[in-house]
């Protein structure tokens, strides 16, 4: 039970890890990896086809970062290598999922969206997109956060509300 809350407690720091993006742009006080989280669960919510498992997905939105609280929030600007990254994450959340009741579910979800091969791991995949771009709005258009978005925005209405108006 000491291991469980002592890797409860330490997952509840990435209310205060900010994403490392924002700060690298001289955000100040930008969001954190948890309140991206947040962002991309509303957004899920809000924007889930009907065709898609939104309770797996919104399950998936709360646990995709979480390695980041071992790790880092790390960008491509790191000089990280894909598979390194993947690498050094993967090794977090086995550690930080092992003394969980349901940590092979957990894992499972995990790597779902890591390997973003299902419907629900690629609309997340999505919606982790469209958070940043429109949190780019919101901090005055950093357009290079947006165009990146936009690379990889298929569905047109996701698109739209990644454009600045």
Known sequence: ???????????????????????????????????HSWGIAWLTMVLCPPNLDRGRILEMAALHDLAEVRVGDITPHDGISSAEKHRMEDKAMQELLEPMCHRDELKELWDEYEQGTTPEAKFLKAMDKLDMALQAQRYGGLSEFIDSALEVLEDDLHRKLAEVS
């Open 1 to 35: 039970m000491e291991e469980l809350k002592r890797v409860l407690l330490e997952s509840l720091t990435l209310k205060e890890l900010p994403r490392a993006g924002w700060v690298s742009k001289g955000i100040e006080k930008p969001e954190s990896v948890a309140a």
